[in-house]
């Protein structure tokens, strides 16, 4: 069945806020890791927002 928009973002508010899932369904628990493993990668690798050029 996949994920509906509306419970995409409320997942992306918990993995960016730092909250806990709360819900052990599979599709959500891997959104979720997606999402909490791509912020690791840009907090490494320095992408922390959009650059200023002035």
Same mark, same amino acid.
């Given at each position: 069945?996949?994920?509906?928009?509306?419970?995409?973002?409320?997942?992306?508010?918990?993995?960016?806020?730092?909250?806990?899932?709360?819900?052990?369904?599979?599709?959500?628990?891997?959104?979720?890791?997606? !999402? #909490? $493993? /791509?912020?690791?990668?840009?907090?490494?690798?320095?992408?922390?927002?959009? !650059? #200023? $050029? /002035?």
């Amino acid at each position: 069945m996949g994920i509906t928009a509306h419970r995409k973002q409320k997942i992306y508010l918990a993995a960016t806020m730092g909250y806990g899932l709360g819900s052990n369904a599979p599709e959500e628990v891997a959104f979720y890791s997606k !999402i #909490r $493993e /791509d912020m690791k990668d840009d907090k490494k690798n320095g992408y922390m927002g959009i !650059i #200023r $050029e /002035d």
